[in-house]
Structures are given as structure tokens and as C-alpha cells.
């Protein structure tokens, strides 16, 4: 349809692809028969909102650096997937996301001590990006397709459901290790 159309344009617009690829895009038949295309354009990222990600997703991983918990790598990791979480989900999924840090930092310094004795501390310069991609890319995969599909409150709830196994796992573990007696 012509509405249809409009946003379509008005997207790939905002989305500052080049001339090219706007014009295949925009006049690809297929993409509007997509419902995936329909719940993208029906939900709005604002200038605002792009702004606010970025200066809380910059201060967040500046800050997680600062304390040590994360490598550079880790931090630019961080901060990539911080970004996503917050344009698809706002300031709820990014609270989510920092009380898994909070959760996984402070239980990684519990008996850190006991867990550098038995050789298995955490390394003081903080998780690589590996690591990093490896608790929160799922929760940011989701995140994003809550952008981009039909139902969206169904993959903010799966990426809140990631970030919370994210925590529940690296929580016990962590904790695990710190009691462990060997």
C-alpha cells in the first residue's frame, strides 16, 4: 500500500542508508509483504532515544572499565550490545542489564582470594569481549528482533529471560566457586 510505502521511505531513510540501497529497498515488492518489515516501521526510535543510549551506554562501559570488570575489548563489547538493549528495550532493559553486572561483579570478587589459591580467579583486568558477547549477545539478538518483528513484547520478555539465566549463571558459579572447598 501507499501508507506502507511512506514508512518504508521515512525508515530507510532515518536509518541513513545509501541512495542505492534505499531505492532496492524501497522498491522491493517482498519487503512488504514481510510482517517482520511491519513491526519495524509501526515502532519508533526517536533521535532522543539514540541519544540517551549512547551517553548511558559510553558512561556505563567508561565506568565498567574504571572498576575493572571489564578488558577494552570488554568494554567495547559492552558497549555495543548495552546500545542495542537500551534503542529496543529503553531504560528497563538496560536496568535489567546493569543488574546483571552488578550482580556478576560483585559475586566475582567474593572469595576472590580463595578462588586466585585454588587457580581459579577471575583475571583482574576484568572479561574479554568473549565473555562479554558470550552472557548478554542472546538478550541483544532478542532485543533487536523485538525491533524488527511482530510481537515485540515477546522478545523483550525472552531478552529480559537471557539476561536473567546470564546472571543466575555466572551468580552461581562464581559464588560456587568462592565456598568451594577445594
Not at 546493569?98 to 582470594?113: K, P, Q
Not at 572479561?127 to 533487536?144: E, K, L
Not at 531478552?159 to 566457586?177: H, I, K, N, P, R
Request: net charge positive.
Amino acid at each position: 500500500s501507499m501508507t506502507r510505502r511512506g514508512a518504508v521511505h521515512n525508515f530507510l531513510r532515518s536509518a541513513r542508508l545509501s541512495a542505492r540501497r534505499r531505492c532496492f529497498l524501497t522498491l522491493s515488492p517482498e519487503l512488504y509483504a514481510s510482517p517482520l518489515f511491519a513491526a519495524s516501521t509501526a515502532s519508533t526510535i526517536t533521535d532522543r532515544r539514540v541519544l540517551m543510549a549512547f551517553l548511558v551506554t559510553v558512561v556505563f562501559a567508561l565506568c565498567a572499565r574504571w572498576l575493572r570488570a571489564v578488558t577494552v575489548s570488554g568494554m567495547a563489547a559492552g558497549a555495543i550490545l548495552a546500545f542495542l538493549l537500551y534503542i529496543a528495550g529503553g531504560p528497563g532493559l538496560f536496568l535489567a542489564l546493569l543488574t546483571v553486572f552488578v550482580l556478576a561483579s560483585a559475586t566475582t570478587r567474593l572469595g576472590y582470594w580463595h578462588k586466585m589459591h585454588l587457580g581459579i580467579a577471575e583475571r583482574q583486568s576484568g572479561r574479554s569481549a568473549s565473555q562479554v558477547f558470550a552472557n548478554i549477545a542472546a538478550a541483544a539478538g532478542m532485543a533487536v528482533l523485538a525491533l524488527i518483528a511482530e510481537h515485540a513484547e515477546g522478545w523483550l520478555i525472552a531478552a529480559c529471560a537471557a539476561l536473567a539465566e546470564a546472571a543466575a549463571d555466572t551468580v552461581s558459579s562464581e559464588f560456587g566457586q568462592a565456598v568451594s572447598r577445594r
